[in-house]
């Protein structure tokens, strides 16, 4: 589904990545673990289009996606969530979802403006599928609420109802348990699951343990940049130099 | 002959202005190296200098000595004033917010003069006489050496503060990173404060030396602060070297613009310089290229 | 009721009373400044769409507008163009220029874009006063023509009134239309977060120029309806100052908020007839204004409105309940 070939990145006089290879199954859960500093945040950027890799390739499917700019990636099925929640403060919670289906719509300023009868249908299927992703993720009751009065743990959550909305192929989650208490870690744990039924690859970038021990199928490790290690949870947890690289966390 | 006199001639009024918008454009940057945000009421206190200096020497008769201090010092008040009521209370404010507050307090500041001083435009006495002095074929002004002398002054004085002196290169420390900057015990409020104060006396005195060849009245400061802008720009937003340079360049191409292509569009050469570099090379003309780390 | 059902009642509510208010006011002279609020309304709400929705700061939105008044009145002075075409050429020709530079000027972002808007809005003026075979210059551009439908002359104050308002109310609907629609959640999708907005497949780029190019469109119409009512157009209308005064008109209104654009338009207007003095005090009126309500009620007069009508309701609804 993913895959990275080779991927460098220097920034300056400093290597953040290096050398860096990995695929993604369609349809699995990866994880993507390491300690502070090991690049994965910078990793998903580049995926993502938000940098550009100093060296190698990304493939999204067959599709050579190295230097798409990220919003490019939205059509071709590849989205992502932030570690600091980029939600749309200023719009409803239903709003915020609606705009997740900007690549499924296509009315454009005339249309909009004129309120054509196809804009005023297509509007009306927006509204319905921004709601049914706001009943998957558990949000329907906040749905006239504004972003910003959000608690934390829904504002996360509305971040995956909008990054679903795309209908994704794959979806890179950063850090979606940060900041979450152990209840909605567990409630996050079963959207995830409940995301990979509907047959969309997840992988997520993530330090809760217990959490990417717990849903994971398979797990990749960075440190400094370099991959350290991959394979499935259990065979990731006897790894020794993984062990030694964080030093008894975990 | 009369050609290279001709050229000569638009060399010096270049230079001359060129060095004002230097000076200009250091007032820039260094609010922008303190505190990330542009001033952009930078050209009023400009405006200021020249007019309350007028004020001093022509309503109230004082010395131009003291009046030239006098201006600086209500411009550097009227500086800190801004800081402390427009500024200080906003550093949490979202961008756009910050952009028309300080757009705001440059259209009061502006509103106040023309209230005061009305409309009309001033000229200011020229510091020792127009007797000009003629050198290499060049008519130069008294004014001119005032401007190219006081200039060079400050711009050493600026480098001298900034590179040689503790609380220049706390400032400086500021500007790199102003969390560390507070843990090592600089106090980073005051810097902000100092930087304002820096900026308007500069802008202030600018405006005073200029004033003399130029009108001046309420409304300069729109154009002298974008023009100052632009010299920043070309520079990378230092206050070094590198705006003297943007400034010098600019004055240059003003003043042959106006003189071989057209006078009455003088103003418009700056500001499509302006745009062009903006468009271009935001990042100026002499900066080394920056990798960021996010 | 629905939102959308409110929205629609509150719209023709609105435009009954605009219709109705000359009835009122017959061959009085407030018919003319309710004509200027006309225009100025216009003004704002093109603004808006750009500062209020997708959140880009223009200071040289005057520009524009002379834009409109300008080519409107030299091709129809010097041409013996029909209004109505020039109207559509002017429009055409704004958002053209707003297409190409759009493009360069809105990779800029805060102080930056405020600066090169203001810079281009100064070109402009420079432009306006200095060619002056075509425009007049400082002198101005004079006997243009009124526009007309048939044998209906647009040449006193009641016919202006409509024709100004008529336009005035379709742009409103229009921006009202678009701000609930895909297009005006992409823009303040990219107001709040712009990297979420390009990460959800908005192309900001390209989005933030056509909103530009429609910006300044409505701009050069209103210019463009102005010049043929006045039938005189000078290069003061079109300066820095008057593009302070359209930004301090969106700013009181309320940032995002149609009929705010309109409030604030009513307010600036009305404000030199009010007070006398105002001629004096109305650069620093707009300075203090823009940094009192940025501060302090930052959703504009119409967030204010808002509030005090919630505040009442409540009080409303407390002395149901205990009836």
Known sequence: ?250 | MDNSRQLLQYILSGLSNGAIYALIGFGFAIIYNATGIINFAQGEFVMLGGMLTIFFLVFLHLPLGLAIVLAITIATLVGIAFERLAIRPLKNAKPLSLIIITIGASIFIRGAAMLIWGKDTHALPAFSGNDPLYIAGATILPQHLWIFGISILIIILNRVFFNYTIIGKAMRACAYNSYAASLVGIDVKTMVLLSFVISSAIGSMAGIIIAPLTMTSYDVGIMLGLKGFCAVIIGGMSSGLGTVLGGLLLGLLESLGAGYISASYKDAIAFIVLLLILFFRPEGLFKKKETERV | MTKERRQILIFLFFAAAVLVTPLFLKGSYFLNVLIFIGINTMLAVALNLLLGYAGQISLGHAAFFGLGAYISGILTTRFPIDPWLAMMLAGFCAAGLAFVIGFPILKLKGHYLAMATLGFGIIMYIIFNETVGWTGGPSGLSSIPNLHIGSLVFDNDWNNYYLIWIFTLGVMLLSINLSQSRIGRALRAIHDSEVAARVMGVNVRVLKVQIFAVSALLSAIAGSLYAHTMTFISPVAFGFNFSVEILTMVIIGGLGSIYGSFLGAAILTMLPELLRVFQDFDIIIYGLMLILITMYMPGGLISGIEMLAKFVMSKIRGKQSNA
Not at chain 1, 160 to 170: D, G, K, T, W, Y
Request: with cysteine; charged share 20%; aromatic share 6%.
């Open chain 1, 1 to 250: 589904m993913l895959r990275l070939d080779g991927i460098n990145k220097l920034f300056g006089g400093l290597t953040a990545l290096e050398d860096v290879s990995l695929s993604v199954t369609k349809r699995s859960i990866t994880g993507i673990i390491g300690p502070n500093g090991a690049g994965k945040t910078t990793l998903f950027n580049i995926v993502t289009g938000l940098y550009t890799q100093t060296s190698g390739q990304v493939y999204l499917g067959e599709k050579n996606i190295s230097f798409f700019a990220p919003e490019s990636l939205a059509s071709l099925g590849l989205v992502r969530t932030f570690q600091n929640v980029e939600l749309f403060g200023q719009m409803t919670v239903l709003e915020n979802v609606m705009v997740g289906l900007h690549t499924r719509s296509k009315s454009g300023i005339f249309s909009c403006a004129f309120k054509i009868p196809s804009q005023i249908r297509e509007e009306k299927y927006i509204k319905e599928k921004g709601l049914k992703w706001l009943k998957f993720t558990g949000l329907t009751d906040c749905a006239d609420l504004n972003a910003c009065n959000l608690p934390f743990g829904k504002g996360r959550l509305l971040e995956i109802s909008r990054a679903l909305a795309v209908e994704p192929q794959i979806i890179l989650m950063d850090e979606p348990a940060a900041g979450l208490n152990s209840r909605e870690t567990v409630e996050l744990a079963g959207l995830i699951r409940r995301i990979k039924e509907l047959g969309i690859t997840v992988v997520l970038v993530e330090h809760d343990m217990e959490l990417v021990m717990d849903i994971c199928e398979s797990i990749i490790v960075l440190n400094l940049g370099k991959k350290l290690a991959c394979g499935t949870p259990r065979e990731i947890q006897e790894n020794a130099a993984v062990i030694s690289a964080y030093l008894g966390e975990g």
